[in-house]
């Protein structure tokens, strides 16, 4: 079971730096801020409990995986809860390359546990970014 999970951590951190190495153009500012403050909203609405907000943010590509709000809040409750609620929440990297992109964050969760979130990114036919996905990967130590 340990060494299962030792290495899902490892996919996801070396999928976590392939995503964002695939996007090597630095995202431009106006995208920029728009992706860091949707990143920011979502938790937010994780952390009011909001989930038809939070599932608005969710790419379409994501919306027909859980249907509707209430099973995608459910599954972030279940297997991402340090996005809920977190201690401390830091967009760092943003990656464009078209319409796709990834962005990732430092995110410190209500224990202190720390961890690096990469989202998958896709732009709408409008122009508005959405969340893709998420990768988690918790890393090494505590913030007291």
Known sequence: ?????????????????????????????????????LLEAQTAAFTAGDADRAFGFASPNIQARFGDAETFLLMVESGYGALIGPSAYRVEEIELRGDKGAASAHVVGKDGRIYKAV?????????????????????KGRMS
């Open 119 to 139: 989202y998958p990114l896709a732009r709408l036919p409008s122009g508005e970014w959405r969340i893709d996905g998420c990768f988690l990967e918790q890393g």
């Open 1 to 37: 079971m340990r060494s299962l999970r030792l290495m899902r951590s490892a996919f996801a951190g070396a999928l976590a730096v392939c995503l964002l190495a695939l996007w090597a153009p630095a995202a431009a500012a106006d995208d920029a801020a728009d992706i860091r403050a």
